[in-house]
């Protein structure tokens, strides 16, 4: 082969090679976290050691979690939702005690918003606090859909408490001066409404409701519990999409392919070596009929 095929093919391989890491390591994004919602808790001390008993309220037989540097505990909530840590050891101050926050996992193995809980007076103290009420857990049957098309969301939370449900719409913006002026400075006029209705969750804690389905736009959603006259902190947002028709045939159409790839994936260092070996073919034969056309000219002009 001469330098200027050699050239070509290794472009080639180079190209997909590019093109294959993109499909099979793409780009990753992290999504914000928003702080809880804080509300009051109570905080008592006694002379002692430095304890800690934590009470308060969650769904039903979740796992709760209390996290915090070199603290670590959980414990199961009751049927009630009602959970206690009865005996927890504290590190000493330095010079404050960490934070601890909280988190709960349910029975359907949803993650509830972590819940972090104020400072705690520092010194030798048997410390009680509570009571701490953590925020639902929620989840969506699926985040894209056509319009009209009847989707739910549902979630757990304390039992027969009332459930406040937010939606935020994104609003297109009208195409005003002043909206021009915005876009010249790069700021975002994006324009939101918080719609709020309230369900009542059952007795296991269970709540479930329709997503509004009517426009094709974007949506964020989130909830909090009402729970012994103080809202609970908020929720995970969520976000989903009421898609067009083009969107939706894009949407199934990207499936498609990322099945066709998954099929392919794991003979992909073959598909690799039969496209190098077919390019050194085509070049090698590309070769070999431009010697034969060289030598019939060569031929013919002696």
Known sequence: MTVEIKFKVLLLLFILAFFLKIIIFPPSAQAAVVNAKSYKIIV????????????????????????GERVAEETIAQSDGYFLFDRIFLPLPNPDYPELCLSAIDTQSRISFPVCLPPLPVGLFDLSVGPVLLPPTISLEKGFFLPKEQISAEGLTIPNTQVNIFLANEISRKKTL???????????????????????ADQSGHFEFNLPTAKATNWRLFSSANFLGSPTPKSNTLSFKVLTWWEWLLLLLSRLLGAIWRLLRPYWWLIILLVEITVAVVLLTRQKTLRQKKAKRFLKNQ
């Open 178 to 200: 002043l909206g021009k002026a915005i876009r010249l400075f790069n700021f975002q006029a994006e324009a939101y409404y918080l719609p709020q209705y309230q369900i009542k």
């Open 44 to 67: 008592s001390a006694a002379i002692g050691e430095p304890k800690l008993t934590l009470w308060g309220y969650s769904s039903p037989n979740s796992l709760v979690q209390l996290q």
